[in-house]
């Protein structure tokens, strides 16, 4: 059986609201609209969402992939911030920042987690800081 990856989610930022998050990430901004923000490209794990086994909530996440979403092949790749959301609403939880979207992007699809445990350990041992 594998080990369940350890995550302090104390040390996890996490945003009661979308404008506040931008206010942090001015870079890696994430649109204000729920229409914009659902037309950028992000990973849910089959549709499921990932199970938010880090605040203990148990609810479906969906991950972005910010600014702009996880680029598309033969897009250029960014910088960027991996935030969690429970599917576009809050809480929008930093998983990952300053990272290679497209690398982010390619480490989470390869290994298909199922929790925000698993995104985070994923992103830390396969992602280095850009």
Same mark, same amino acid.
């Given at each position: 059986? /594998?080990?369940?990856?350890?995550?302090? /989610?104390?040390?996890?930022?996490?945003?009661?609201?979308?404008?506040?998050?931008?206010?942090?990430?001015?870079?890696?901004?994430?649109?204000?609209? @729920?229409?914009?923000?659902?037309?950028?490209?992000?990973?849910?794990?089959?549709?499921?969402?990932?199970?938010?086994?880090? &605040?203990?909530?148990?609810?479906?996440?969906?991950?972005?992939?910010?600014?702009?979403?996880?680029?598309?092949?033969?897009?250029?790749?960014?910088?960027?911030?991996? @935030? &969690?959301?429970?599917?576009? %609403? &809050?809480?929008?939880?930093?998983?990952?920042?300053?990272?290679?979207?497209?690398?982010?992007? %390619?480490?989470?699809?390869? &290994?298909?987690? /199922?929790?925000?445990?698993?995104?985070?350990? @994923?992103?830390?041992?396969?992602?280095?800081?850009?």
């Amino acid at each position: 059986m /594998a080990r369940k990856p350890e995550v302090d /989610a104390s040390l996890l930022t996490t945003y009661l609201t979308v404008s506040k998050y931008n206010d942090d990430f001015p870079e890696a901004t994430m649109p204000l609209s @729920v229409s914009a923000r659902n037309m950028l490209r992000s990973f849910t794990c089959a549709s499921a969402g990932l199970k938010d086994d880090l &605040a203990g909530s148990g609810l479906p996440h969906t991950l972005e992939f910010l600014p702009g979403g996880a680029p598309e092949p033969g897009e250029a790749d960014r910088s960027g911030t991996v @935030v &969690a959301s429970c599917w576009g %609403e &809050a809480p929008y939880i930093v998983l990952a920042e300053q990272v290679s979207l497209r690398q982010a992007w %390619e480490a989470v699809t390869q &290994a298909w987690p /199922a929790e925000l445990s698993s995104v985070v350990e @994923v992103l830390r041992t396969r992602v280095p800081a850009a």
